[in-house]
């Protein structure tokens, strides 16, 4: 095994002086016992070796940067690798294969007690090296101080390599503020559920490391974010991000390899965020909502490439949580106007056999309006509003690449909610341009059908779009405070994994189930919450790690 360098960082004198460190070494025979220097003076030849040059200060050694993941061979002639991949310059000076040890994370768990260590203590083996000598000893270092104090448990992880495709101080930037601020734009339960935000910043980018196309497309979204905050992002980096990241993630399609499917599933939902800056290019495609809507589907075909059981053992499943759909319900809620302009559709019209595809998407619609005028602005109708592209019938999308007047007057209405999302910075600024472009598309016959569209593009008050949306300026919706939203029921109550039709829907034995034929199943079903459980019996241990934390 390699040995790893562990360098013995200064502490504080003042914040740690009550704390005596003394270092323990290992015996030949397997017992700890403590190691004490002996300094041996002899007094009687102490002025005889002095001279002049005794007296000139020390100075420390130069400080240097230690290679930790260096290649084999630089570490079996004991030179300082300069970790280039995949060929290091010393390797490829030499002509000799560049191996590198296997990426892993090295974990030294170090047990601090006043009673000292016991032969269970799990220990760390280090290399430690002298500046005056050429030799090197291995020795096992548990730390123990002399006071009394309460036993506790010290973790040290150091991850044993940096990702090739972090280059400099841009790269790290744009991943500390994924991690610290990116990540809460894609699940309404983000800062509200520890399960999610494990997720969302600890497994998803664990997945980055191993698949560069999901680093890019982490990359991607952060520099596309700080950019909307107007910081100092430049330009060509977060064109090569984008770049990559929608190369990346064909090819990782078309290959559909196993290793890469936690990677894809991430990568689905990020891509969303990704793929909304062509609303904000100037040059952009006109009706650019009509392919993003196409995107949205992308989710559906990646959960059909990796199979339910994986998006079950990744844990990823919380991220695709949805409220139920009503359609029933829903459809007493569709504005009369809309109604009416299917309703209308007569025998032989264009849109004669799509009419239920559009009685479907009015349904949808409807649960919108539903949503808002049951329970005003909520995190739920913000979640309705985001997600109702995954709910819309497939037969509805190539009605709408072909600019039929009634799907687009459809996607006008939706784009009006879509107004009422402005804390989702990747949906700011897409409604205006697209209702915009919609009323400019459809002719004049159908332009009664958008006034309430062209009246939104005048107002930015949420309250205002509501009243002109179902038509009464003395609305007034409920509005929560954020401790209210916080700790609204309904996000516990009203999230779930949910099909088009809005039937609860688990993942069991691998496979899709409907919840009602779980339950009418009468073999070994004892306990339906861990079926719906997100987090398997292999993944349990974090599960409840994270649990008691929260």
Known sequence: MDEVDVDILDIDAGSNAELDWSFMDADHDGSVSQLRPTLEFDAS???????????????????????????????????????A????????????????????????????????????TPTATASSSSSSSSSSSSSTSPLQPDH???????????????????TDALDMKL????????????????????????????QVVKHAFQSPFLLNCLMAESSLHLQNLNQPIPSHRAANYLSKAFKGYRDAIEAANPHDYPALIATSLLMIAVSSQMFRDPDGKPLYVIDWMQVWRGIGLIVDIVSPRVLQETGMAVLFYRPPVDLEKAASYIPNNLLFMVASIKPGDADEEHQQTYYDMLKYLGSLYQEMKEHGFNPILDLRIITFF????????PLAKEHRPRALVLLAYHLCFAKLTPDVWWMCGIADREIK???????????????????????NDRTEIAQMLINNRNWTPTEMDQYEKDQNPRLKTDLGLFDNDGEEISIYEGQWKRKSSIISMSHKVTDLGELLDPFPRVLSPIANAISNSS
């Open 45 to 83: 030849s102490r002025h005889s070796s002095e001279t002049p040059d005794s007296h000139k200060p020390y100075h420390t050694k130069r400080p240097h940067k230690k290679s930790r993941a260096g290649c084999q061979q630089c570490k079996k002639r004991k030179v300082k690798c300069d970790e």
């Open 85 to 120: 991949r995949p060929t290091c310059k010393a390797c490829r000076l030499r002509k000799e294969t560049c191996i590198y040890p296997t990426t892993a994370t090295s974990t030294t768990l170090v047990h601090i007690s006043k009673t000292g260590a016991s032969a269970s």
């Open 148 to 166: 009394e104090s309460d036993s506790r448990s010290l973790v040290i992880a150091e991850p044993l390599f940096r990702p090739y495709e972090m």
């Open 175 to 202: 991943l500390w503020f994924y991690t610290t601020t990116g990540y809460r734009f894609f699940s309404i339960q983000s800062g509200r559920s520890a399960v999610v935000d494990h997720v969302l910043q600890v």
């Open 390 to 397: 995954t709910f819309i019938p497939k037969d509805f999308v």
């Open 437 to 459: 472009q919609i009323c400019e598309e459809v002719e004049d016959e159908w332009s009664h059908l958008l006034r309430v569209p062209q009246m939104v593009l005048n107002t």
